[in-house]
């Protein structure tokens, strides 16, 4: 088990939701000290090194040329920095465990230079950091992380669960975190997270990480592994109050579903990056959320573990390994994400919310959904997707206290 797994797994056995930020500087003092103060933070945390947007895409040039020119960066460029210059970020942390967050369709470099640093921790997924964050093709995709994967002997987490960020049923995002995380074991990934992000309703929230640790114990028995929800990844409210009532929605549902890590946002999310501070606010915040409730059984499924087991069943059929199972099941639409325009997406699927704050489909394509599951009484046009994208965030801003 790597230290960043390790880290997660004891303090889950205490008991403890371990809360983690989204945080990247370029400059290597103030990244260090964004990581001091979040182990300093009155939680129980993780670290996080978020990478800049050039070295997200494979421009490293440009990130060079930015650390040269002493223009600002939107990450640390990991790549760009001597990995004696990383090391010395971390020195003197103590063990305190550190994540590096990229972004990157093709991370084979990231990778490199996160093991050369002596880092032991990572995300991202063929599909999820392809559909919709590149233009890259997906088959590219998935033959880069194939090589990034391999021989990679540290703690890898599927974003396959945040999928669009928002308007995503919860089905399609357990399943391709699923599978995201079983193409890992495939080549060779040991320590495995699997995502799950906040979406419209907190009961269908719980009935998705509930199918999602079920369909892990299945189809991942053989690796460690753990679960870890990210507060709402879409419109966020513009009030302080209304982001930190939803930031701490998530820890709740986290601990009530059973997940072991949360990354938070901030009361800034919906303005700029936020400061240092704001993120500790956020984590301080989100562990004494989560403290306030307790670990419950699963509610009654509404369909979301049958929906989930279909897709992920329906992939793994497929012939090959698990990275050319997705490949084919993305030529034939039976994963299909709602709204998104990458040209290897079928483009069929759509969703809606209905009068209890659900996520349902209104079609679905070619994927082995029962028609049952589909409500087609909504009709999608350009107002009511507005009103779905802006209903979280006018919820909370518009709650009363």
């Known amino acids: 088990m790597s230290a960043f797994a390790d880290a997660v797994a004891r303090a889950h056995a205490d008991g403890r939701l371990v809360v983690q930020p989204r945080m990247g500087m370029a400059s290597p003092v103030e990244m260090r000290g964004g990581l001091l103060a979040v182990r300093g933070a009155r939680a129980t945390t993780v670290g996080t090194l978020t990478v800049d947007s050039y070295t997200r895409v494979g421009d490293h040039q440009a990130a060079s040329a930015a650390l040269r020119d002493g223009a600002r960066l939107n990450g640390y460029p990991i790549v760009s920095h001597d990995p004696v210059v990383t090391r010395g970020v971390l020195d003197g942390l103590d063990g305190f465990p550190v994540q590096v967050r990229h972004g990157s369709a093709d991370p084979r470099a990231i990778f490199g230079a996160l093991a050369a640093a002596g880092l032991d921790a990572t995300e991202g997924g063929p599909v999820s950091y392809c559909l919709p964050y590149s233009r890259r093709p997906l088959r590219d995709s998935v033959a ?72 892990a114990a299945r189809f991942l028995s053989d690796v460690d592994w753990h679960v870890v929800v990210y507060t709402y990844m879409g419109v966020f409210p513009r009030t302080r109050s209304g982001a930190r009532l939803l930031n701490d929605n998530a820890a709740r549902l986290a601990v009530r579903a059973g997940a072991q890590r949360l990354i938070v946002k901030t009361v800034a999310e919906a303005h700029r990056i936020p400061t240092v501070a704001e ?123």
Not at 146 to 166: I, Y
Not at 336 to 358: E, F, K, W
């Open 279 to 401: 993120n500790v606010d956020a984590l301080e915040s989100a562990a004494a959320a989560a403290a306030s409730v307790s670990y419950e059984e699963p509610f009654q499924d509404n369909g979301v573990l049958a929906e989930a087991t279909a897709l992920v069943e329906a992939v793994l059929e497929l012939p090959g390994d698990p990275g050319t199972a997705m490949l084919a099941a993305f030529r034939r639409g039976l994963l299909d994400v709602p709204y998104c325009l990458h040209p290897d997406n079928a483009g069929q699927a759509r969703s809606h919310i209905d009068d209890t704050g659900r996520l349902r489909w209104s079609s679905v394509g070619a994927m082995p959904i029962a028609p049952t599951s589909v409500d087609r009484s909504t009709p999608a046009d350009s107002a009511g997707l507005l009103a779905a994208l802006n209903r979280v965030a006018h919820l909370h801003d518009t709650r009363p206290w």
């Open 144 to 215: 880069h992380w194939s090589e990034a994967c391999e021989g990679f002997t540290g703690h890898l987490e599927t974003f396959g669960g945040c999928m669009m960020g928002q308007l995503c049923p919860p089905s399609l995002l357990v399943a391709i975190s699923v599978l995201e995380a079983v193409f890992f074991r495939c080549h060779g990934v040991r320590s495995v997270s699997l995502s799950y992000a906040q979406q419209t309703n907190a009961d269908q929230d719980a009935e998705a990480v509930h199918a999602l640790r079920a369909l």
